[in-house]
């Protein structure tokens, strides 16, 4: 009898003994929702998961499927973060109910509020400039301005710039709504359509090419596209090309995010705010920095040479939320001028 009891008090404390082991090593998780492609967002993920031992599972798709997604699986949502580009999409999703508000010290110390929302339900990571693109065979440096410019006849027929469907257009002619107002930026849209090259096509990277190809004199596009050109080995292609910063007595130039915020039921509270902060430390900013080049929000991790030789730019002091607040105005305008 004794010897039984001994050989079941041996078993159930081995059981326990495993039980606690698997407690001990159950990891932490993240569930990152993200609209960055993968490989821009893969050596950030790998950091994280080196430096905190917790497993991020990525979703990655376009922002506007994501957000379709987190609508459709409404309170089945385990998505912890949804990282994504563009103030204008943040803005719609948290007007969508997605997000909630984060306390975090690190946060609000790192990232300057012209960058996150005013309820700290998003946070911008990383910046980029839409600058414009030119060809110095065909274009004087004095003869560019701020973006109000473009739309003068003497550019007629010399403009590139992608669909107005897209979000980063979008954003730009509400930071324009804001800068301007209303009629003032729908009379600039107009001349500027005027002045296009060919209807809109592609992406940023073939406004770019376009330009090298002679189709048209200046392209509008995010800074990082043409600094990943000119650091890839078909650099050659590129080199009568050069960098504009643009800016006016009223405007200066568009500076808009990528940035993540906490979704409202995440499951894993504690990784999703731990994630966000890392992404906003010196070694995540300078991975935005160095690999991506985009321009970091937390400017003291610096910038590649091939940014720095562009020379700094002038910045508005407006917030990016304003991007979403105007953005129904701005696709309303660029319907009505006949920007497809
Ligand atoms: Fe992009």
């Not at 990282?83 to 969508?96: F, I, M, P, S, Y």
């Not at 060809?135 to 710039?161: A, M």
């Amino acid at each position: 009898m004794f010897i039984v009891s001994k050989k079941l008090l041996y078993i159930v404390s081995i059981v326990l003994l495993l039980f606690s082991a698997t407690q001990l090593y159950s990891q932490d998780e993240l569930n990152l929702y993200s609209a960055r492609k993968e490989h821009l967002i893969k050596p950030l993920i790998e950091l994280f998961e080196k430096e905190t031992d917790i497993k991020v599972n990525l979703v990655t798709a376009k922002a506007a499927q994501l957000h379709q997604r987190i609508l459709t699986e409404s309170n089945n949502c385990i998505a912890d973060v949804l990282l994504t580009t563009d103030a204008g999409n943040l803005w719609k999703a948290d007007k969508a109910n997605f997000f909630q508000s984060v306390n975090s010290e690190i946060l609000n110390n790192r990232i300057d509020k012209k960058y996150r929302d005013e309820d700290n339900k998003w946070w911008g990571l990383s910046l980029r400039a839409r600058i414009f693109v030119y060809n110095t065979k065909t274009v004087k440096k004095d003869e560019l301005k701020g973006y109000k410019f473009l739309s003068d006849p003497i550019f007629k027929s010399r403009i590139l710039i992608r669909s107005s469907g897209n979000i980063y257009n979008q954003s730009l002619i509400a930071h324009m709504i804001e800068k301007y107002g209303m009629n003032s930026t729908e009379i600039w849209a107009k001349g500027l359509v005027n002045n296009f090259a060919r209807d809109p096509a592609g992406g940023d990277r073939d406004q770019i090419k376009a330009v090298a190809a002679g189709v048209g004199d200046i392209a509008i596009v995010n800074s990082y596209y043409f600094a990943k050109l000119i650091s890839s080995e078909k650099k050659d292609n590129f080199r009568n090309l050069k960098v504009h910063f643009p800016k006016d007595e009223i405007m200066g130039t568009h500076l808009n995010i990528s940035g993540a915020g906490v979704m409202k039921n995440a499951p894993n509270l504690n990784s999703a705010i731990r994630f966000i902060e890392f992404l906003s430390s010196d070694k995540a900013q300078k991975i935005y920095s160095y690999i991506n080049y985009e321009y970091p929000v937390v400017n003291s991790v610096g910038i590649p040479d091939s940014l720095k030789k562009w020379g700094i730019f002038y910045e508005d002091n407006v917030f990016s939320s304003a991007y979403g607040r105007h953005g129904r105005l701005a696709i309303q305008i660029a319907d009505r001028v006949g920007w497809n």
